[in-house]
């Protein structure tokens, strides 16, 4: 990595914290926001993606037809895990405005 992309890429993350820092009163609205992006990514979002990008790199055609359960359920995965982050990314913006 060149060192230039290196120190911007840090200052900018140190200047957003820096923002965030005094901006915002609780460290708790931060870690709700946090967490609803990487439930959804850790639980719903990797092993679909994951799953269906194997399928797809290594084929088996023995396997494929048993698999067509497994990638219709990938599918639901990503489905539902943007289904989860859209309301868990609205309640809390939703209970950011009512306080």
Do not use: Q
Not at 41 to 63: D, Q, R, S, V
């Amino acid at each position: 990595m060149n060192n230039f992309y290196y120190y911007i890429a840090t200052l900018a993350l140190f200047g957003i914290e820096a923002f965030l820092a005094i901006v915002v009163n609780d460290i708790g609205t931060i870690f709700n926001f946090l967490s609803a992006i990487t439930v959804t990514f850790l639980g719903f979002w990797f092993p679909a993606f994951f799953f269906i990008y194997g399928e797809k790199k290594f084929p088996n055609e023995k396997l494929s037809k048993e698999n067509g359960f497994h990638r219709c359920m990938a599918y639901f995965h990503i489905l539902l895990g943007l289904l989860i982050f859209i309301l868990s990314i609205s309640s809390n913006i939703i209970s950011l405005t009512l306080s």
